[in-house]
């Protein structure tokens, strides 16, 4: 059923050919002049700079064909963004689903791009059976060990990255967040989760994945100390996943290269794991210019440090946001377009400027000019938080 990573040299060809036509009309659409000179697409300029540039993906979005065009040219890596999560898998107690994942993993695998698995531990999507459950230690253990063992084991060697254990701080400062695995297993449910992941796929890489610790900050303080005992202890980690869900103009990515630069340091990767970057009201010529810069100097930031090896936006086009999500609540805005496509999957600023920092680091022409790209970093001052 899975083909590994064999280039399909056929489909890639005639991919090729697609691209070049693509490029073309892509790029007479562009509101930078000096843009349209370029004939390529970030996921050339991604597998120049050997980087991963990926999108998060439902299996409802195979369906409309631009969603796919798009998808394929330019992102050589797809995060399934809900497919993989418990509640999807095994909705009922020993019955797993692996239907809509398989079919994101075959296209990803038809289309040569790497998968992120996200994600097999979350407070979030866990099935009523699950979320209400008071199994005992032990009882909960064995259903921590199936689930994972099932989910990875059946992609040994096809997923070959995994957000084992997702948002398990908690956002007070306390400790770790009061989940139902915390309070049926323990504190230590977070490292078995990540020795059952090795022991289903030895050669996969794992990853704690949280949001809001992107730059040095108690969260991420909290996390480096948790992950860095893992790696004294042996208990097999091989990154942290920072998701990147940002408002416009409130990036310090000064403090995120820091904490880049020391979870290097423990010999850790980091992937941008869930990049958006959204804002209150109304999209403007000038918000859609500082969220350029946004884009580009987090990538820049993550190209600076050898361990930063992938960045993934949390979707392909604006139309499809998780942010416009009515029951999202907090800060939902049915307006706001926090990705690189446009709801017609025209290219934004901020493509251009992902395009033309991956162009430059990969020694090729610049995309905009300097003038362009100083006027997207002088955007918006740099604030707190990350
Ligand atoms: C979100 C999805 O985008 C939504 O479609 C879903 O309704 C809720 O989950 N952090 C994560 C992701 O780790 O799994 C979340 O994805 C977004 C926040």
Redesign the pocket.
Known sequence: MFKRYYPYYAAAFVAALMMIVMSVDIRSAVANPSAQATTQTIRELADKNNFHFGA?VYTTHLDHPEHVETLSREFNMLTP??EA?FCEIQPKRGQFYFGKLDRLVDFATQHDMVVHG??LV?H?CMPNWLATAKFDREEAIKVLRQHIYTLVGRYKGIIPIWDVV??AIADDNSGLRDTPWKQMIGDDYIEMAFRFAHEADPDALLFY?D?SAEGINAKSDTIYDMVKDFVDRGVPINGVGL?S?FTVGSINTESIAKNIARLGELGLQVQIT?MDDRYPGDGTDKIYQKQAGDYRRVLETCLDYSNCTAFIT?GVSDKYT?LR?ANLGFFENPKVNPLLFDDKYQPKPAYYAVLDILSRRAGEAPVLTDEEVKAMRGARPVTSGG
């Open positions: 998060a963004e809900n999560k996200h994600t979350w979030q997702n948002e994945n949001y998701q869900h869930e949390w998780w999500d």
